[in-house]
């Protein structure tokens, strides 16, 4: 009989990319994966080997920015998954969220076996459940304080029936020819989340630094952030702010000798095509659970900051010292350790 599973990620690109590993699992023993994911993770799903299809559904209790809810809403989402004719559903979520909400709206629509992890408990809208000191973790790790993210939404779907086929490893399709030729670096300056974001007058220093070290500096970002682009790219790099798709933007990070990112989505992408990065992390997050997976890497910022582990959105501390006290000196000095290790790009693609 053939076996339809839903793997949902309602995230963003960075998150979904972190759940490819697990997707890779279920597609090993499901017939059809569908990503279901929410609208700013689809570029992503879209890159994931093992999916067949990707559904967006904008979920406001995942995403700040979705539509309210309301009765027809909620309607309208049953009855485009019921379409869907599903057989199961895995719920992959953060150790800050709760899969109760989308497993209440997937049971809604007639799916009839549901696996997540969830501390609370679940009722009938679980069918298999991942919890601390579950037997399918590795006793030494604390299912909400020690994995990371990758790592927990394997154990995610171990625990649904679906066991790591391969190395685990951040992996998206192959891709075409990146529209940069030559070897260079690329320093990607904007966040999804400001609180994440190394200052631009800072990375504009760097790519002065880094140019002035020898390295051809590429400086990427989205169509919404091409000022910013300009700016940090100035007459020492070259500014490709807008100028390529998420598929090119792997390209480019795949061919780079190494990437310079703030903890957002390029970082995961970057890891994704293999490729080295210096992290410029702002510990509003854990680091253990979002650094840059599967490849080597340099972490850079204060760990031990006072905004560490609020998840703010915005820096709580006047001047953002986590990452503005990076110097472009150490930039250089990351990339240049990075580069020496001679890591060749390119090597998760497929």
Request: negative net charge; charged residues 20%; hydrophobic residues 45%.
């Amino acid at each position: 009989m053939s076996v339809k599973v839903l793997a949902v990620r309602l995230d963003s690109d960075g998150d979904v990319l972190l759940t490819g590993p697990a997707i890779r699992a279920i597609a090993a023993r499901a017939d059809e994966v569908v990503a279901v994911v929410g609208p700013k993770g689809r570029q992503a799903a879209g890159l994931l080997p093992g999916v067949d299809e990707v559904v967006v559904w904008h979920c406001s209790w995942v995403d700040g920015d979705a539509p309210a809810l309301t009765p027809e809403s909620v309607a309208a989402t049953v009855e485009r998954l019921a379409a869907l004719g599903a057989d199961e559903a895995v719920v992959f979520t953060s150790f800050h969220q709760s899969p109760l909400p989308t497993a209440l709206v997937l049971r809604m629509a007639g799916v009839r076996r549901i696996a997540a992890a969830s501390v609370d408990f679940p009722g009938d809208l679980i069918d298999v459940r991942l919890r601390p000191g579950d037997p399918a973790l590795d006793p030494t790790v604390d299912l909400d304080d020690d994995l990371p993210e990758p790592e927990r939404a394997l154990a995610i779907a171990g625990r649904g029936g679906y066991p790591r086929p391969d190395d685990g490893s951040l992996r998206v399709r192959a891709v075409g020819p990146s529209p940069v030729t030559g070897r260079y670096v690329v320093l990607h300056p904007g966040a999804s989340v400001p609180a994440r974001a190394w200052p631009q007058a800072r990375c504009a220093e760097a790519v002065t630094a880094l140019r002035a070290a020898g390295h051809r500096v590429v400086v990427t970002g989205s169509p919404s952030e091409t000022a910013l682009t300009a700016a940090v790219a100035g007459r020492d790099g070259v500014d490709l702010g807008g100028a390529t798709s998420f598929a090119e933007l792997a390209a480019v990070l795949r061919d780079a000798d190494a990437v310079v990112v703030g903890n957002t989505g390029p970082a995961h992408l970057a890891a994704a095509v293999g490729t080295p990065v210096v992290s410029l992390f702002a510990p509003v997050v854990p680091a253990r659970r979002w650094a840059p997976y599967g490849v080597p890497h340099v972490l850079l910022g204060d760990q031990h900051a006072p905004c560490r582990g609020t998840r703010a959105r915005i820096c709580p501390v006047p001047g953002h010292p986590c990452l503005a006290d990076v110097s472009a000196a150490e930039v250089v000095r990351a990339v240049n350790a990075l580069v020496s290790i001679g890591c060749p790009a390119g090597v998760h693609g497929e």
